[in-house]
């Protein structure tokens, strides 16, 4: 008898037949508490390598080594159920040969169970993509603004902006799909761009800073909830959790120096001593 369980999550196929449809919702997620919450609302939770700058305080994402995408990879599957959760792949993990990419993206797929890994960079990743969706790993590409590329790009800067860009980043898009790429992030570039690039392949494209005319939608989690300090400028605030957490802590040292928390309601009570009860002496004969 089969010990199989049918598979609850989205899967990466899954993600990639919602090519045209209604647009897909997603967000990075770094641990199990707010992949709780956005577990039913997203159809992917990503654990971004940009958890290096957003929780460990990192100026890039750079320094992020593979141990620590496993970390927050488990925690986010152990707080959802129901979204695909897409693990990063760090800096220095994946570039160097196809045959490195599929032994470290199949360690974080074994230690975290994730049900696909993202990778930077279009045609030049290309062979590295079809390596490892051939060898059972499912890979999000991830095209325009790299932020592994920083070095090379010379900042976080936007891409395409003068058209003459235009087609190597669709030649970027055609080949991490024709290699096999379940779908394809699309980061910090002109609309009409985007636009172009979602007509042209045939796997979803999922922008961030790219325009509405993508397949699907992600941001930074924090950067939208209103959470981190300074945020790019297609970043929109649906929350304001920085201020909220601002306004929770001052109440809470306020009433710790004025001696009103913790208050009686917050403390515990000796319990009552247990009344005695005389014991019958049985003696078995
Ligand atoms: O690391 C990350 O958070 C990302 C998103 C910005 C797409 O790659």
């Known amino acids: 008898m089969s010990v199989q369980t049918p598979i609850k999550r989205l899967t990466a ?8 449809g209604e647009p897909i919702v997603s967000l990075t997620a770094y641990h199990a508490h707010t992949a709780a ?7 992917f939770l990503l654990v971004g390598d940009s958890l290096g700058m957003v929780m460990h305080g990192f100026e890039s994402t750079l320094p992020v080594p593979l141990e620590l995408m496993i970390i927050h ?16 792949m760090p800096f220095g993990s994946y570039e160097e040969s196809p045959q490195i990419a599929f032994r470290n993206a199949a360690e974080i797929i074994k230690e975290t169970q994730v049900g696909a890994v993202k990778l ?3 045609a030049r990743m290309a062979e590295t993509i079809h390596y490892l969706t051939e060898r059972g790993i499912p890979v999000m590409a ?15 800067k936007v891409q395409g902006r003068a058209k003459e860009q235009w087609k190597l980043l669709e030649e970027d898009a055609k080949a991490v799909s024709k290699a096999g790429a379940f779908s394809v992030v699309l980061e910090a570039m002109p609309e009409a761009l985007a636009k172009r690039i979602t007509k042209l392949v045939p796997i979803p494209t999922i922008g961030i800073g790219a325009g509405k ?12 909830l209103g959470l981190s300090p300074w945020v790019p400028k297609f970043v ?3 929350g304001a959790v920085g201020d909220a957490i601002e306004g929770a802590i001052g109440g809470y040292a306020k009433e710790v120096r004025e001696g009103s928390f913790p208050a009686p309601e917050h403390t515990y009570a000796m319990k009552a001593p247990q009344k005695k009860v005389a014991r019958k002496a049985t003696r078995k004969r």
Do not use: Y
Not at 213 to 224: A, H, R, S, T
């Open 236 to 238: 929109k605030k649906f």
């Open 120 to 122: 930077e960079g279009g």
């Open 13 to 20: 196929p899954d993600i990639a037949a919602k090519k045209g």
């Open 37 to 43: 919450i956005a577990d039913e609302h997203c159809d």
């Open 142 to 156: 991830h095209i325009g603004l790299t932020p592994q590329s920083i070095n090379v790009m010379g900042g976080f």
């Open 213 to 224: 005319e993508c397949d699907g939608q992600i941001l930074v989690m924090e950067d939208m």
């Open 73 to 88: 990879g488990r925690a986010v599957m152990r707080g959802s159920s129901r979204a695909l959760v897409v693990v990063d």
